[in-house]
């Protein structure tokens, strides 16, 4: 899960989006893109304290297309001409050109 996070955080920042702000307090969770307040689903907190945000609402604020393949557990995330395929059941992310 880590590496999933660590990966789309990278994915983030390769395309020049570092305007991003995450404000944790009190389980309230305010993301913020170019100034912008992005709503979010609910969050939800990980055994571990960790703060769980779902990506959909983000990324699409970012411009990119987020597609959820329910027979294959599977989350295609386009931008620009960057693909990647995150498998819910594996810890590897994978590049699609």
Known sequence: MYKKILFIILFMITFGLNHLVFAVEK???SVYYNSDLITTEDCTESEKGE???????????MGASVI?????????????????????????????N
């Open 27 to 29: 389980q309230l969770v």
């Open 51 to 61: 703060i769980l945000i779902p990506m959909r609402s983000v990324l699409e604020k």
């Open 68 to 96: 959820w393949n329910e027979n294959l557990k599977n989350i295609m995330v386009d931008k620009d001409k960057m693909k990647i395929e995150i498998n819910i059941n594996s810890d590897k992310l994978k590049k699609m």
